[in-house]
């Protein structure tokens, strides 16, 4: 209940400290697609009978997240970065949460050398909950083009208006 995140403090704030802690998210109104907690141990906790493993990612889960992907144990810096770009790219194609992480692994794997390739630097992350793809939202220009179009014909409709005036 003590993890936390850390955020920059702004010292005109009185009220929040920089952290949030899993207690506070328990409280907190988070509705959200997928939280991904790359930092070390964020899926480790106590177990408390009746409720399972009380974790930050846990708390990601009471706050609103349908999804999240979190760590196990500590978390290699160079492996999370390459597992993680890997991963976000996977997703941005269309797979499932839990595919593209284990896209992402396979692709760790195949740069790894011997020693890289031990467990400890790529199983520590693990998904859990909602496992649908993501749903990824582009611009259509179409609209926008048309939208734009409009406009210039009303600027021009009222440019001859005062004119004509």
């Given at each position: ?44 906790g106590k177990i408390i009978d009746g409720e399972g ?83 990824i939202y582009t611009t259509n220009w179409l609209y ?5 179009f409009f406009v210039i014909l009303f600027i021009v ?9």
């Open positions: 209940m003590l993890s936390k995140l850390i955020f920059t403090q702004d010292k005109r704030d009185s009220i929040n400290d920089g952290f949030i802690h899993t207690y506070e998210l328990f409280g907190m109104n988070i509705p959200n697609e997928m939280a991904v907690l790359s930092a070390c141990n964020t899926g480790y493993i009380i974790s930050l990612a846990r708390g990601f889960f009471y706050a609103g997240s349908k999804s999240v992907i979190m760590s196990l144990w500590s978390a290699n810096d160079k492996s999370t970065t390459d597992i993680m770009n890997s991963f976000y790219k996977y997703l941005a194609e269309g797979k499932q949460k839990d595919e593209a992480l284990r896209f992402a692994k396979l692709d760790y794997l195949e740069t790894a050398g011997e020693i890289k390739s031990h467990p400890y630097f790529w199983a520590t992350f693990i998904a859990n909950g909602n496992m649908r793809p993501l749903q926008w083009i048309a939208c734009s409709y009222l440019y001859r208006r005062r004119i004509n005036d």
